[in-house]
């Protein structure tokens, strides 16, 4: 079915940003979780398959901003104001939405986000 491909991660100091691309295709929602070294895979944000609902974690609520463009099939989070503390692996995938769980068991290669002090 769907393949999740992530894409747009790098380097940047704090205070900085990026933008983060996802593929995606069909009336789903879609999330963003991310993975730091030693941690389990969290929830960071998420967005009905309208579009017009989203939710984040309160640790990037006000700085991190998720879109979708369905015409092109792919999700998006915009990331400002990137803190040390965001550094990890960041994937996307179908969500449950009212929820913070993933809805597919299988994900993506996860894009890097690193951001230096």
């Known amino acids: 079915q769907v393949q999740l491909v992530e894409s747009g991660g790098g380097l940047v100091q704090a205070g900085g940003s990026l933008r983060l691309s996802c593929s995606a295709s069909?009336?789903?929602?879609m999330g963003w979780f991310r993975q730091a070294p030693g941690k389990e895979r969290e929830f960071v944000a998420s967005?009905?398959?309208?579009?017009?609902?989203?939710r984040y974690a309160d640790s990037v609520k006000g700085r991190f901003t998720i879109s979708r463009d369905d015409a092109k099939n792919t999700v998006y989070l915009q990331m400002n104001s990137l803190k040390p503390e965001d550094t990890a692996v960041y994937y996307c995938?179908?969500?449950?939405?009212?929820?913070?769980?993933?809805?597919?068991?299988?994900w993506g290669q996860g894009t890097q986000v690193t951001v230096s002090s």
């Open positions: 069909g009336r789903t929602p």
């Open positions: 995938n179908v969500v449950v939405w009212g929820t913070v769980r993933a809805a597919l068991d299988s």
């Open positions: 967005i009905t398959w309208t579009g017009t609902s989203t």
